[in-house]
């Protein structure tokens, strides 16, 4: 299975830009780049996802390098709620209902967020 | 509209009791899974169902029964309670296994003694 490499943990001050790396050099031509964080004591929350261009929504931003080896989540303006664990997954979109179409998680990145 | 509703939020249980615990969702939504949490650890798929009457194994199936009778619910069984199964539960649910959204319920923490 593909996997991804996040640090373990991050620190950003509030209302700054946050850029969160994600390596997967096993990537597969049709893994898609999910990312979902988790604020404390929630459920995970669906961030953005992409495949090979790069994404926007209202949330953040998904920077995927030419070679879809590494890819960065870019919350522009970090705010206190921001503060969450971010997870980077690999998801086959055509394997549906195979081991790599599932949603696997990490132990993703420790977003700490400084007034 | 509730999203993902789980219950109870905290259940503490004894050593080889049962217990099923709940997972409701109101969007029509065909995929549902359960994952476990541990301390310091990622969220492990226990196990899934891509609609009513279809369900299969995750990566931590052992010590765990699922069953999908209708869309809306898809409650999650411990047969005979171990302390290793102490962790917090999260359901989910989407559209199809195709979607890319998923929605998580808050959680239910489970303490075995």
């Known amino acids: 299975d593909a996997k991804t490499t996040q640090p373990n943990s991050m620190e950003s001050n509030e209302e700054e830009p946050v850029h969160l790396p994600c390596n997967h050099s096993t990537i597969s031509g049709t893994d898609y780049i999910h990312w979902y964080r988790q604020l404390p004591s929630q459920g995970p929350e669906y961030v953005i996802h992409?495949?090979?261009s790069n994404v926007n929504n209202r949330m953040a931003s998904l920077a995927i390098a030419e070679d879809r080896k590494s890819s960065t989540l870019i919350l522009h303006r970090a705010t206190l709620r921001d503060a969450a664990v971010y997870y980077c997954i690999l998801r086959d979109e055509m394997n549906y209902g195979g081991a790599t179409n599932k949603l696997i998680f990490g132990t993703g990145t420790l977003l700490a967020v400084q007034p | 509209n509730a999203g993902v509703t789980q219950t109870p939020k905290f259940q503490v249980l004894k050593t080889g009791q049962s217990m099923t615990l709940q997972c409701a969702q109101d969007?029509?939504?065909?995929?549902m899974s359960w994952y476990r949490q541990d301390p310091g650890m990622g969220l492990r798929l226990i196990h899934y169902s891509v609609g009513a009457g279809i369900t299969d194994q995750g990566e931590v199936p052992n010590g765990y029964n699922v069953s999908r009778s209708t869309t809306e619910d898809f409650p999650l069984r411990l047969l005979s309670a171990a302390p290793s199964q102490t962790s917090v539960y999260f359901c989910?649910?989407?559209?199809?296994?195709?979607?890319?959204?998923?929605?998580f319920g808050s959680g239910t923490r489970l303490t075995v003694v």
């Open positions: 992409g495949l090979t």
């Open positions: 989910a649910s989407s559209y199809s296994i195709r979607d890319y959204g998923y929605t």
């Open positions: 969007m029509n939504h065909e995929y």
